[in-house]
């Protein structure tokens, strides 16, 4: 049996296919489009998803997708109705959408696929499971966990915005929703507006953002104050109610009311490029420390509403990895499963394995191992020829090593001298990060190493941190982290003994101070409140990746290095050799490695195409 899932329309389109239970390839339309967050239907990861299956669409049981649109235009209708006569801009724009588009989702969902492929449209079976369920689906189903809650959390699905449910072998019940326009998503959107970072796409910057508050000041206090008792009202089981008075994403084009809000904290709404202040940082940790409150919350309300004894995550707000490590420590359950592409773009995913398990009732086959999505390492891969010709292309001069460990050596050899070196590996990650198969890498021990790769590489803000690979074997040596944590979703404090000494007055210390003041021995992972992001590296499921590790633990010493995403501010990860090869041209990357090619900055030609990728990218 195969199911083809699909998500589109809103944002991070992407699609998924499976084949009796199995995951056999997903991938995120921005991925080929090289169109950041992508909305459209993703014809491209659909063909991709089809030919890596060996199926046409004839050959499908099922074609399911991530959400129910009619219950999406109820909600819509009404709300406006609830709002009225608030809003009514805001209706007149967005209901001749919704009645082209989402109304008659079906038809257009046929007309999509037969422009991949010619298909009997009348045989073909359209599956539209909710939002939240297809959330729900994509973390319980491969997690190794036979029973387990399901928490997931997002801005908004239909009416959902929260909900609690229980997996049981291939049965999932939903037990608690929360319901729009009460959102902790929309909340924490809401402030990522304010902070002038994008919404459905900066939400991560506001939780890079955050550590660099001053935990000890009144402000920080203050603003929590404020927000408890203006904004959010929290319940004992973690649901939230919203004060609409101060927001404006029910019914209007914005997420918040600026006027109200900068009378509310005493400052207007940042601008994206203008500068970061400490009242800025402040702002930031207190909404992530209420965010992290209400996740705990929630957690203790499926854990008494379960019993279940481990806990499975997904829907937008699950990235939040800050917030999951500080879940992970309060011991609520004994582990944890986060969805790697835990925002819409695994609703894709979700949506076939929901169509398969509940639908057609089939069984499901619990992983034996760290889970059942075989590393996330689910998207395209290249072969030899795809470098030979990319290099031909651009008339690019390369080395090939025959033997796989001496390139190893070679780029442990590079990172050990304070290089980037970008590492494109066999098949692409699917989800929000890169997991050593599309990466730009560096050494953890290096001072410069993060302001190198902000400012030289990525060509974004100085106060974004970077990620540490580290072997799953050395974890402990390095992190106080217990659990395998393979998809860098949760954040876990460098150990003690490796940490240095601060000065006294270290969080009165200017942002930039604070930001470049060595506070551990590998200063490029360690941020600036002691925590790391962390990927755990498994032999099973990445073994290139292990043993390049492996090489430069060997020369230095150390077990783990830093990685981030193989692209530059605004840009989607690269795909193919050819964006990795463009990327690596028009940054100072010095050394590329594609699959078994060796590429060497200063033997390349020099580049001819305007260096345009700040037009070509929209920043975000």
Not at 305 to 330: D, F, I, S
Not at 381 to 401: G, P, R, S
Request: proline share 4%; with cysteine.
């Amino acid at each position: 049996m195969t199911i083809l899932g699909i998500s589109a329309f809103y944002h991070d389109s992407a699609a998924a296919i499976i084949q009796n239970g199995e995951i056999i390839a997903a991938a995120q339309e921005e991925r080929f489009t090289r169109k950041k967050h992508d909305p459209n239907f993703p014809a491209n990861a659909v063909k991709f998803c089809l030919q890596y299956a060996g199926v046409s669409i004839d050959q499908l049981d099922a074609v399911a997708f991530y959400d129910k649109p009619l219950l999406k235009l109820e909600r819509l209708l009404e709300t406006y109705y609830a709002f009225a006569p608030k809003g009514l801009s805001s209706f007149i724009t967005a209901i001749p959408v919704w009645l082209k588009e989402k109304m008659f989702l079906k038809r257009l969902l046929r007309e999509e696929l037969s422009k991949v492929g010619q298909y009997d449209t009348k045989k073909l079976k359209l599956l539209f499971p909710e939002h939240h369920l297809s959330h729900a689906a994509s973390a319980f189903y491969p997690a190794p966990f036979e029973r387990a809650a399901i928490l997931t959390i997002d801005g908004v699905g239909e009416w959902a915005t929260a909900s609690i449910c229980l997996g049981e072998g291939k049965n999932i019940s939903i037990l608690k929703e929360l319901k729009f326009p009460h959102s902790l998503g929309l909340l924490y959107s809401a402030f990522t507006y304010f902070l002038g970072f994008k919404v459905n796409s900066g939400e991560y910057k506001l939780m890079g953002l955050a550590p660099y508050g001053n935990p000890e000041s009144e402000e920080v206090q203050r603003f929590i104050q404020i927000i408890k008792e203006k904004l959010v009202a929290i319940k004992p089981d973690g649901s939230v109610w919203l004060n609409q008075e101060y927001f404006d994403y029910a019914t209007g084009l914005r997420m918040a009311k600026d006027k109200a809000w900068e009378k509310l904290f005493g400052f207007p709404r940042r601008n994206s490029e203008d500068e970061m202040t400490q009242t800025h940082c402040n702002l930031g940790l207190a909404i992530q420390a209420i965010t992290e409150e209400v996740m705990i919350l929630m957690a203790k309300e499926a854990k008494k509403l379960t019993g279940a004894e481990y806990l499975c995550m997904a829907g937008g707000v699950a990235l939040n990895c800050v917030a999951n490590g500080k879940l992970l420590q309060q011991n609520i359950f004994k582990d944890i499963f986060i969805q790697p592409a835990a925002g819409d773009a695994g609703g894709a995913l979700g949506a076939a394995q929901a169509a398969y398990h509940i639908y057609f009732g089939k069984e499901r086959k619990v992983a034996k191992t760290l889970d059942s999505l075989k590393g996330s390492y689910l998207g395209t891969e290249f072969t030899d020829l795809d470098v030979k010709l990319m290099a031909k292309k651009y008339k690019a001069k390369y080395h090939y090593f025959e033997n796989f460990s001496e390139l190893c050596e070679k780029t442990a050899q590079f990172l050990d001298e304070g290089h980037c070196v970008g590492w494109v590996q066999g098949r692409m990650e699917f989800g929000a990060r890169a997991l050593g198969n599309r990466s730009i890498l560096g050494d953890s021990r290096n001072p410069a190493m993060q302001r190198k790769l902000n400012v030289e590489v990525k060509y974004r803000e100085s106060f974004r941190p970077f990620a540490p690979s580290v072997l799953a074997e050395d974890v402990a040596e390095y992190f106080e982290q217990k659990t395998p944590s393979p998809y860098m979703l949760l954040v876990q404090p460098v150990v003690a003994a490796r940490r240095k000494t601060l000065p006294a007055n270290y969080h009165a210390l200017p942002l930039k101070e604070k930001l470049y003041y060595l506070r551990s021995d590998m200063p490029a992972i360690t941020h600036i409140d002691f925590s790391a992001r962390i990927q755990t590296v498994h032999k099973e499921t990445n073994p290139r990746y292990h043993e390049l590790i492996s090489t430069f633990k060997k020369r230095t010493g150390y077990g783990v290095i830093v990685n981030t995403s193989f692209n530059v501010r605004g840009e989607p990860i690269v795909c193919t050799p050819d964006d990795a090869y463009r990327c690596f041209m028009r940054t100072e990357i010095m050394y590329l490695v594609i699959g078994n090619f060796l590429f060497v900055k200063t033997e390349q030609p020099s580049w001819q195409e305007k260096d345009n990728w700040k037009e070509e990218f929209t920043l975000d």
